[in-house]
């Protein structure tokens, strides 16, 4: 069985889920968009203030797990435009520090559902 792992240094989670899951030895964070965790609202429309947000917010579970970005193994980016892809990296790099961890990334429209479903509450 795992351990939840909640913090209200990062948005509460929008739906039936944790913000991340504690095995033991492994823990598994669940996806973060840029929310600011005391209002709820996105931050902003700027890709490198929104890439901030999500990375604050890892980094705040990570810390209530006793954990830091030098334990993360692999990270996992989706991307609504590639034209996003330096400013999103630049952001990232200032977050990691070698040895990096693995990491995927893919183009995806499904953040801007989400977002435009979050503006009309």
Known sequence: MFKAISTENAPSAIGPYSQAADLGNLVFISGQIPLDPKTMEFVSDEVKEQTAQVMKNIEAILTEAGLSFR???KMNIFLDSMD????????YAGFLEEPYP??????SASFQKVQKSKSKR
Do not use: G, I
Request: charged fraction near 25%.
């Open 102 to 107: 693995a990491r995927q990334l893919w183009k």
């Open 84 to 91: 996003d892809f330096a400013t999103v990296n630049e952001v």
């Open 71 to 73: 334990n993360v193994v």
